[in-house]
C-alpha cells in the first residue's frame, strides 16, 4: 500500500511513497504527514479469525492488512520485542474495574510507559531498514519524560541510527531522568539542557532548522529521522492493541462480537486515539473515542466547539506532563481523513499564520459522530487517584484523566476500554501526594507506596538507582550543537 501526503503534493516530492520511505523521511509537503492511501478492512470476520490468537499472531495479521513493504522475517524480529514485556503471552493485560469500565494497561514494557507500544518494534524495523540501505540516520528527541527513555532503550547498540535526546534539566521526575543518564550504548547521547521544555523543544527546532547542522549532517552523511508520532512507523503499531482490548472484553464474555464499546484515550499528540479511530474506521464497533485531556484542552475545544485556538493559550504545567500539549500533531491526520487534502492544508496554514482555525457546524458534527472529549484539572485527577486506591488499583496521573472522562461519561449503556499510559511508579511523587503522604524525592515515594500498598518496584525501576550515570552533560541551549558535533566525531 502506498502513502499520501495529509497538505497535498508540492510537486517536488514524490506524491506517493512506500511505507518504508514515509517512516525513513517522514516529513511530506508543505509540513504534512504520510497517511495511508486506503485504511485495510478489518471487520467481524477479522475479530471471529483472531478470537484465540496471541498479541503477536493478531498485530502481525494487522502490519499486513496495511500491506506494507516489510519482510514477514523482519516484522517477526520487531514484535519480538514483545517478549520483553512483563508477560510476553499478554503484553497489555485489560484489567476488569466494573461491569462498564476496563482498563487496558499499555505500560508493561522496558521504560513502564505506553511509548514502549510502539517504539520498541519501531526501533527494530527502522534500524534494519538503515542498514540495508547503506545509509545512517540520527534521531533527536526532546522530551518531558517518556518519548526520551523508550527512544533510547530501543535504539541503543542498533546498527546505522544514533540518537540524541535533549531534556530539561530538572523538568522530569527523577525516575525519568535516571532512565536517560544511566543509558549505556555508544550510539546515544543524552543533554541536559538548562531551561525548561519549551526552551528544549525550541532548541532543537532552531537545529533542525540551521543550515550550519544541515551541512555539519551532510558533510558526515548522516540523515535525520524521526521517531515521535509525526512517524507513520508509531502509529501503525498503536492500532493494535485497540482491537486486542475489544478481543479481550469478547474473551471475558463482557461483549459478543458485533456489539459497540467505547474508547477512552488520555491524549497528548493524539497518536494514540489516531490510532484507535483508524480501527473503528477499518471496522472494529467502537461507537466513541473519548479525548481525555488535562487542562491544556485545546482538544477538548476542538471537538466540542470545532475551534483550534492557541491565540490566548499559554502551555500549563500540570501533573500529567506527557499530556502537556498545545499543538496536537496527529489531528492533522483526522482532518485529512474526513475532508480531505485541500481543506487540511488549509486549516493548517491557519493555524500557523493565525494562531487559529475553525471547522465548519457539518465538520464539526462529523468529528463528533466519532469522538466525544472532556478534561479534568489536578486535583480532580489526584481525587481520582485516592478515590480507586481505596478500591485497591493504583494507577498514574494520565490514566485518572480517563477514569475521570469514564465517571462523567458513563451511561450505563456501552462498556468502556480506559488506556492506562503509565505505571504508577513514573509519578509516585504524585501518588503520594493524592495519597496525603509526605515524601522528598521519587525514591522515598517509590519506597513508601510500595510498602504502605504492599505492591512491588519492577526491578528496571529499582535498578535504576544503582546504575552508574553515563551522562553527566548539562549544556546552554547555544551549545548543544557543538556537542553533537563531539557525538559524531568521537
Ligand atoms: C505520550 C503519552 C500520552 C499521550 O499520548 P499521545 O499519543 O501523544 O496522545 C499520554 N500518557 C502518557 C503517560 C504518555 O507517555
Redesign the pocket.
Known amino acids: 500500500m502506498s502513502f499520501i501526503e495529509t497538505r497535498g503534493n508540492d510537486g517536488v516530492k514524490e506524491s506517493e511513497v512506500t511505507f518504508s520511505q514515509a517512516i525513513l523521511s517522514p516529513l511530506a509537503s508543505y509540513g504534512g504527514l504520510y497517511v495511508p492511501k486506503e485504511l485495510p478492512v478489518l471487520g467481524l470476520e477479522f475479530l471471529e479469525k483472531h478470537i484465540n490468537s496471541s498479541y503477536k499472531e493478531l498485530a502481525k495479521d494487522t502490519l499486513k492488512a496495511f500491506k506494507i513493504d516489510i519482510e514477514d522475517s523482519l516484522l517477526d524480529e520487531a514484535l519480538s520485542r514483545y517478549d520483553e514485556f512483563d508477560d510476553s503471552s499478554n503484553p497489555v493485560p485489560v484489567v476488569k474495574l466494573n461491569e462498564n469500565l476496563y482498563v487496558s494497561e499499555l505500560y508493561h514494557g522496558p521504560t513502564r ?3 514502549d507500544m510502539a517504539l520498541q518494534p519501531f526501533g527494530t524495523i527502522l534500524s534494519s531498514l538503515a542498514k540495508s540501505r547503506g545509509e545512517n540516520y540520527l534521531i533527536m528527541a526532546a522530551t518531558s519524560g ?2 526520551g527513555p523508550a527512544t533510547l532503550e530501543t535504539f541503543k547498540n542498533k546498527s546505522n541510527i544514533k540518537v540524541c535526546c535533549l531534556y530539561p534539566d530538572g523538568g522530569t521526575s527523577d525516575v525519568q531522568r535516571l532512565q536517560m543518564v544511566t543509558e549505556d550504548a555508544k550510539n546515544l547521547k543524552v543533554i541536559g539542557v538548562k531551561g525548561d521544555f519549551d526552551d528544549t523543544q525550541d532548541a532543537l527546532k532552531s537545529l533542525l532548522a540551521s543550515n550550519e547542522f544541515k551541512e555539519e549532517l551532510d558533510r558526515r552523511d548522516i540523515k535525520l529521522s524521526a521517531a515521535n ?1 509525526v512517524n507513520f512507523g508509531r502509529i501503525i503499531f ?1 492500532t493494535i492493541y485497540h482491537i486486542h482490548s475489544y478481543l479481550e472484553l469478547v474473551r471475558v464474555g463482557r461483549i459478543k462480537i458485533g456489539d459497540k464499546i467505547n474508547l477512552i ?9 489516531l490510532g484507535g479511530y483508524y480501527i473503528k474506521k477499518a471496522g472494529v464497533p467502537i461507537d466513541k473515542i473519548v479525548i481525555a485531556s488535562n487542562r491544556n484542552n485545546i482538544l477538548t475545544d476542538l471537538i466540542t466547539k470545532g475551534e483550534y485556538d492557541l491565540r490566548d493559550k499559554e502551555l500549563i504545567k500540570t501533573n ?1 506532563p ?2 502537556d ?1 498545545l499543538k ?1 500533531s ?1 489531528v492533522e491526520r483526522v482532518l485529512f481523513d474526513k475532508f480531505g487534502p485541500a481543506r487540511t492544508k488549509e486549516l493548517m496554514d491557519s493555524l500557523v499564520e493565525n494562531n487559529f482555525y475553525k471547522l465548519t457546524k457539518d465538520e464539526v458534527e462529523d468529528i463528533l459522530s466519532d469522538f466525544e472529549a472532556v478534561y479534568c484539572n489536578d486535583d480532580e485527577s489526584e481525587e481520582i487517584i485516592a478515590q480507586y486506591l481505596t478500591n485497591g488499583y493504583l494507577m ?1 496521573p ?1 490514566t485518572a484523566t480517563a477514569i475521570k472522562a469514564y465517571e462523567e461519561k458513563n451511561d450505563q449503556m456501552l462498556p468502556y476500554v480506559a488506556y492506562s ?2 505505571e504508577w511508579t ?1 509519578f509516585s511523587t504524585t501518588i503520594s501526594k493524592a495519597s496525603s503522604y509526605k515524601v522528598e524525592s521519587d525514591k522515598e515515594a517509590l519506597e513508601l507506596i510500595s510498602s504502605k500498598l504492599n505492591v512491588k518496584i519492577p526491578d528496571n525501576i529499582d535498578n535504576l538507582f544503582k546504575k552508574d550515570i553515563m551522562h553527566l552533560l548539562i549544556v546552554e541551549k547555544t551549545d548543544i550543537m557543538r556537542e553533537m558535533l563531539n557525538f559524531f566525531d568521537s
Not at 484515550?265 to 486515539?273: E, L
Open positions: 510507559a505506553f511509548k517518556d518519548t508520532s498503536q484515550v488520555p491524549s497528548g499528540n493524539f497518536g494514540n486515539a500529567s506527557a499530556m500539549i496536537s496527529n498514574d494520565h499510559t503509565a513514573k
